[in-house]
């Protein structure tokens, strides 16, 4: 589909900043405004380190922030206790500053680690999937000069990759019944428990 006739796209340009007349233009624009405003902070702070808060206003008088670690440890450090002294001085701020741990080094680390351990375990489960799918198109492959369920080693296949070949064959099984017949597809087969495919 192409662009309609008689009109012609602007692309990406430069928008004035003025104020937007209509109220419904204008509050649609600082929504969306102020999303891509706290991304753009997120990623900021994500490759620099760097501290960063953001508090916003609307015109209806709504209060939105954002800040890395977070707004009230940016504020601690920043405003109460100034920007050359460390937090763990004593402030003024009453329970809106609280200590969140929010700007501990070490609480960041640890969840710095998590969140790469928790990449590691993705990594992993899309190498062995991968692995899974490459046995089974070997095993396809290998069909051509014979049945690909034929020429698939059972024996070799592990404890995560049994699942994997049994729905392929009951996929393979409702192909069949519904070329023979010209019936639906039958129901998938309930999967099944690792105790169950274990005994």
Do not use: Y
């Amino acid at each position: 589909m192409g662009r309609p006739r008689g009109g012609t796209s602007k692309g990406k340009q430069k928008i004035e900043m003025c104020c937007i007349d209509g109220k419904e233009k204008r509050q649609v624009t600082f929504s969306k405004r102020r999303r891509g405003l706290f991304k753009k902070a997120s990623e900021i702070s994500t490759l620099s380190g760097a501290s960063i808060a953001i508090v916003s206003f609307s015109k209806a008088g709504n209060v939105f922030a954002f800040g890395s670690p977070s707004v009230d440890a940016v504020l601690r450090r920043h405003v109460v206790a100034g920007p050359s002294t460390s937090t763990s001085h004593a402030h003024a701020g009453g329970d809106v500053f609280a200590d969140d741990g929010g700007d501990n080094p070490e609480v960041l680390n640890a969840l710095k680690r998590a969140t790469d351990e928790a990449a590691a375990e993705v990594a992993a489960e899309d190498a062995r999937q991968s692995g899974v799918e490459g046995k089974i198109t070997e095993a396809m492959a290998a069909g051509r000069r014979r049945f690909w369920w034929d020429a698939a080693n059972v024996e070799a296949l592990g404890e995560a990759e049994l699942p994997v070949f049994e729905r392929a064959l009951h996929k393979l099984r409702g192909a069949v019944v519904r070329r023979r017949s010209g019936a639906k597809p039958p129901p998938p087969p309930p999967r099944r428990s690792k105790k169950k495919l274990l005994n």
